[in-house]
């Protein structure tokens, strides 16, 4: 999730410019954004060049938001994907989630170890953030103007219905973050953004208030478990928390690795206890040409009978992936059951001094793993333009061909987002 609207940018990509056209037409699939906290530039949507926003939902003003533009653009069936190329609008696939930074406004009613019916919220708000807001002023006025705590249970009760209702529907912006600290309350001198969807930080400044690492686990735990049962996709929002993130999604998956056999017999990996759909073949080490053949088959038509639920969602993107190259190993560790996809954007990757960190883990990140996102909050010609600069440096910093990496990253974002696997991927190499 982005945090600043600007159009300008502190760091450009270290490659050369490419004034080839852009393929446009093959079709651009955006893993991330966020054009409800902009609705005005909703209306851009249809006339986008863009074939496919992956809209997420971040907390309670958005999640109907998300519904109402999936209802009016979303994809219906992927029996006739990809979706036709412009002058037929671009379509959204809608994520619901509730993001971290927001997860203060949730009481966590399924622990057992808590009351049923929540606190008044000055008592929810200084047991779950930190430092512990004092009662007198002026940490007083700060938690009287927070919102009352709404029962997790209801929150994914809620989120259930969106996704029974949208059935490729996905799951997020869900994550954690050690980073992020509450804004302070709103006042006309602080809110000079019109036009924008309640909920958003604008421009007001921070607390020094964090939301305590154990209660954004918990609702991050509640929406992946979620994921697993109904086999969605989820979007992961992770910052100043690599550590501990790898560690939450290892929980879900512990017990379910795949079997690694030695090099002996060719790093063959054979799921154990998994649904026979979970043995996804890609082209990064632990998977066989045979596996990926077997699935592109099983895949491409859907099941007549829904799959058993997982405790673990089945496919994972790290969304503006900041983490460096050397952690890339443990996500792609051939035991771990679920597919994990790596997603960067202009905004993020590549806004700071950071930027040639952000190239070395692309270079490093296996081919079929790839996904490229805008993820700003206004939709039309500026998403658009991210996108492309986006898809511009990956294939740069790849070594592809404009159309090959438009291709490539497509077949990316539909395994990803949809569970269909592609046939013919997973026959070159990891960076080819």
């Not at 893993?31 to 997420?56: G, Y």
Request: net charge negative; hydrophobic share 30%.
């Amino acid at each position: 999730m982005a945090s600043a609207p600007s159009d300008e940018f502190n760091e450009q990509p270290n490659h050369e410019p490419n004034n080839e056209p852009f393929p446009w037409t093959i079709g651009v699939y955006d893993a991330h954004c966020h054009p409800t906290d902009t609705v005005s530039s909703m209306s851009s949507i249809p006339t986008m060049k863009a074939r496919v926003l992956t809209i997420m939902a971040t907390r309670s003003q958005d999640q109907d938001l998300v519904a109402d533009f999936a209802a009016q653009l979303g994809l219906q069936s992927t029996a006739t994907f990809p979706p036709p190329p412009p002058p037929h609008p671009c379509r959204v696939l809608p994520s619901f989630g509730w993001h971290p930074w927001f997860s203060h406004q949730l009481y966590d009613d399924t622990d057992p170890s808590l009351p049923s019916s929540p606190p008044d919220a000055p008592t929810h708000y200084r047991a779950i953030l930190t430092p512990t807001p004092a009662i007198s002023p002026p940490d007083a006025a700060f938690l009287s103007s927070l919102p009352p705590p709404t029962r997790l249970s209801t929150y994914l009760s809620t989120l259930r219905t969106h996704l029974l209702t949208y059935p490729h529907a996905l799951i997020g912006e869900i994550g954690l973050d050690r980073s992020f600290r509450l804004p302070a309350q709103s006042s006309p001198s602080t809110s000079t953004t019109p036009g924008l969807t309640p909920g958003t930080r604008d421009n007001r400044p921070l607390t020094p208030f964090h939301v305590h690492l154990s209660h954004q686990k918990a609702i991050f735990r509640a929406q992946l478990r979620l994921a697993g049962e109904l086999h969605r996709a989820v979007s992961v929002h992770g910052v100043g928390a690599h550590g501990v993130l790898f560690e939450t999604l290892r929980e879900g998956w512990a017990g379910c690795e795949k079997e690694v056999v030695g090099k002996k017999k060719k790093k063959k990996v054979k799921p154990r206890d998994l649904p026979r759909d979970q043995n996804n073949g890609d082209d990064h080490p632990g998977n066989t040409q045979d596996d990926h053949n077997h699935n592109a088959n099983t895949n491409s038509q859907p099941s007549p009978h829904p799959p058993p639920p997982l405790p673990y969602p089945p496919r994972i993107c790290l969304h503006s992936y900041s983490g460096p190259a050397d952690t890339l190993r443990q996500y792609l560790h051939p035991s771990i059951p679920a597919d994990i996809y790596f997603s960067f954007s202009r905004v993020i990757n590549f806004s700071t001094p950071a930027a040639t960190k952000s190239e070395a883990v692309i270079s490093a990140v296996p081919a079929d793993r790839l996904l490229v996102e805008s993820d700003t909050h206004v939709a039309g010609e500026r998403m658009d333009r991210l996108l492309e600069e986006m898809v511009r440096c990956v294939c740069w910093v790849k070594g592809w061909e404009l159309e090959e990496g438009v291709r490539r990253l497509g077949e990316n974002w539909r395994r990803w987002a949809l569970g269909v696997e592609v046939e013919g991927v997973g026959s070159g190499s990891r960076n080819g």
